[in-house]
């Protein structure tokens, strides 16, 4: 495994407030991190051959489908991790088959980062 | 400076026990370090701003003759992952009373959430105000953090 090769991330969210913190909760641990505001946005920042080793993803947001998110799955080779609301868990987990690898209650914390880049350590 | 260090903690504390913040605000304090040295001052200040324009935008919707319920509901949605995502729990539990009334297409209680929503966030933001303003002081009087 290269430990030079710092670890990057794309944050999915439309709220300005929730990508400062992800933002921070992930260079924490030594990610590099670009941030879009949708499911659209997220499609381009994939373009010119940019690949990400982790995708934070909000999908309540109204921009995201799953045929978006099945692009993921068939082009990248990135964790796909989706932030849920707790209302609507028996929803999510549908998502699971539409290709994303792991789903975590808002709001993001310090050890669910921690556990993410030891599941993307642990696949390298 | 020892009574300054008693009167933060006790206000922090307070500010959990009336469940104005939650854990997730611990979160942010731990993001801050010699790197992001104003991370916490800056992302609150963030949502000041952010939620201030959130709730014209929710005035506004809800002043139409016809309400759009899918824009109101987008506009608390985004309000909820902000205030969740820094731990202001009080407003972020209003929000979720409010997503219930945009479902329900309840204008009645949409306006009476958004007066609650007001009030939540007008005491967070006075709250927040006053904790920079103490731990200034602490700062300035030769303290450092993490105060225990």
């Known amino acids: 495994m290269n430990v030079e090769k710092k670890l ?13 913190v992800h933002r921070a909760l992930l260079r924490k641990f030594g990610m590099e991190t670009q941030e879009v ?5 997220a499609v381009l920042a994939h373009h010119n051959g940019a690949c990400f080793d982790l ?3 909000n999908l309540d947001m109204l921009v995201m489908n799953g045929r978006q998110v099945c692009f993921y799955k068939s082009h990248v080779d990135s964790l796909i991790v989706r932030m849920t609301s707790r209302e609507k868990e028996e929803e999510e987990k549908s998502f699971l088959d539409a290709g994303i690898d792991y789903y975590y209650p808002k709001p993001l914390t310090i050890d669910v980062v921690r556990d993410l880049v030891e599941k993307i350590n642990g696949n390298a | 400076m020892e009574q300054i260090q008693r009167k933060l903690a006790e206000y922090t504390a307070s500010l959990y026990n009336e469940k104005i913040l939650d854990e997730q605000f611990i979160q942010l304090q731990q993001l801050q370090d010699e790197s992001n040295p104003d991370f916490v001052v800056e992302v609150v ?9 959130l709730l014209n935008e929710l005035a506004k919707a809800l002043n139409q003759t016809n309400v759009d319920f899918k824009k109101l509901d987008a506009h608390v949605h985004q309000l909820k992952g902000s205030s969740s995502s820094i731990g202001a729990q009080r407003v972020q539990r209003v929000c979720i009373s409010f997503r219930n009334y945009c ?9 009476k ?5 007001k009030i939540e ?7 927040l105000e006053t904790l920079f303003k103490l731990e200034k002081q602490f700062v300035d009087a030769g303290g450092s953090f993490p105060v225990v």
């Not at chain 1, 505001?37 to 946005?41: A, D, L, S, V």
């Not at chain 2, 959430?113 to 929503?117: H, N």
């Not at chain 2, 966030?121 to 709250?127: F, G, Q």
Request: net charge negative; hydrophobic share 35%; with cysteine.
């Open chain 2, 121 to 127: 966030y007008t005491l967070v933001k006075n709250k």
């Open chain 2, 103 to 111: 479902d329900d297409r309840n204008v009645e209680g949409c306006l």
């Open chain 2, 45 to 53: 200040s963030l949502f000041f701003e952010d939620s201030e324009r």
């Open chain 1, 55 to 57: 995708i934070m993803m």
């Open chain 1, 8 to 20: 990057t991330t794309l944050i999915v969210d439309d709220n300005i407030v929730v990508r400062m």
């Open chain 2, 113 to 117: 959430c958004l007066q609650q929503i």
């Open chain 1, 37 to 41: 505001k949708n499911g659209q946005e």
